[in-house]
């Protein structure tokens, strides 16, 4: 039987075909957990992430009846429901390439921040640069769902960056912008947006340094990109701000022929 797997620390969230019996797979799932000594807990998903949250449903199968996880990356410690959060462990190697162009004096922005994987992984290298004195940059993660917030605040302090980073709980569109809480400029917004036809891009621009450097994640066809670009650029104008593209790359596939991509791109005006 063909399955699919993610193994999030503890815990692997195992993927069958429709037709797989429920015996056939909670045999598999203890193989599993005898063949990966690490992992305690197996869980299968059910369904596909959804909603404005992103979260996946799962079922207990075997090993330790838990949904909590506690992962490993980049130097960095997670711990989050994986039924109630979205974590994508396949994004670590975004996070780490991210973390190794920000300066330590920077101000960033980190829309859709989940249990701020994103923000911690930055800040800590940011403080690995600065030494002691530190860099005087600063990182704010802003969420939407409440249990991911709690998640996050309680990660910020497991990896002791409480003086870098700063959780806000709430819509991006609600809490950014001229007179709403965070209403200061950044040098660089990343923009780990889930797959919803908002683009957001508006609520960047209200906020971008002249100068700064925006990472927009994007999901399409390789042949659909030239659209992705297009709306970047008309999205800068409405906004009254001009753009270049630096950049696009790939980070990872989320389909059959569709992929994310990255677009860099800095605000000139
Ligand atoms: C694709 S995920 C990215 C999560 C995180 N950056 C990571 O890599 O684990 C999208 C996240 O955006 C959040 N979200 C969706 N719409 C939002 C909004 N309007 N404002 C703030 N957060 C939102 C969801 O709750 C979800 O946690």
Not at 68 to 97: I, M, Q, T
Not at 114 to 143: H, L, N, Y
Request: positive net charge; aromatic residues 8%.
């Amino acid at each position: 039987m063909k399955i699919g797997y993610d193994v999030v620390g503890n815990i692997a969230i195992l993927k069958f075909s429709r037709d797989a019996k429920l015996k056939d797979k909670k045999e598999i799932a203890w193989r599993f957990l005898k063949e990966h000594r690490q992992v305690t807990t197996a869980l299968e998903k059910v369904g596909k992430f959804s909603g404005r949250l992103r979260t996946q449903k799962t079922r207990w199968l075997a090993g330790e009846k838990t949904k909590e996880a506690l992962y490993r990356e980049n130097g960095c410690e997670f711990r989050f429901n994986v039924e109630s959060c979205y974590f994508s462990p396949r994004l670590s190697e975004e996070r780490k390439s991210l973390s190794e162009i920000v300066k330590p004096d920077e101000r960033v922005l980190i829309m859709f921040g989940g249990v701020a994987p994103f923000a911690i992984v930055i800040a800590k290298k940011m403080k690995e640069k600065s030494g002691r004195k530190g860099g005087g940059g600063k990182v704010v993660s802003v969420e939407l769902g409440r249990e991911c917030n709690k998640y996050a605040l309680h990660n910020v302090r497991r990896n002791k960056l409480q003086e870098i980073v700063e959780v806000v709980q709430g819509n991006v569109r609600r809490v950014i912008g001229n007179g709403k809480k965070i209403s200061e400029e950044f040098d660089r917004i990343v923009m780990a947006r889930p797959q919803l036809k908002d683009s957001f891009l508006d609520v960047a621009f209200s906020v971008i340094k002249k100068g700064g450097i925006i990472h927009y994640y994007g999901f399409c066809k390789e042949d659909e990109l030239q659209d992705m670009k297009k709306l970047i650029i008309e999205e800068s104008r409405k906004a009254s701000r001009r753009v270049r593209i630096l950049k696009v790359s790939r980070a990872g596939d989320i389909g059959p022929y569709r992929w994310r991509y990255r677009v860099d791109f800095k605000v000139l005006g």
